[in-house]
């Protein structure tokens, strides 16, 4: 997953909060009797933030997983230069004997 993936849906996750936050309240406002609307809507903003909750959540962790992926990454390679350069330096020897 790259970051636009990441930076697309959260801000997808927000927007669609922020909307129906709006038309809640506009539907209070102008159509305050229409509680089935209503109790719809702030079930809906209620679910909507414990998404967003989750999300983030989420992304904090998949954001520490790729820092160890990438110190782990960087550890291989360190380890595989120092295998070539004792492998090198096996042969060296063996080629003195």
Do not use: P
Request: avoid cysteine.
């Amino acid at each position: 997953m790259n970051e636009l993936t990441i930076i697309t849906g959260k801000v997808n996750l927000d927007t669609t909060y922020l909307k129906i936050k709006l038309s809640l309240e506009d539907i209070k406002e102008k159509h305050g009797t229409r509680t089935d609307l209503i109790n719809s809507m702030e079930r809906s903003l209620a679910d909507l933030q414990q998404v967003k909750i989750s999300y983030d959540a989420i992304e904090k962790e998949l954001r520490t997983a790729l820092q160890q992926n990438f110190r782990l990454e960087k550890l291989l390679q360190e380890e595989k230069f120092k295998n070539k350069d004792l492998q090198m330096e096996l042969k060296m020897k063996n080629a003195e004997l």
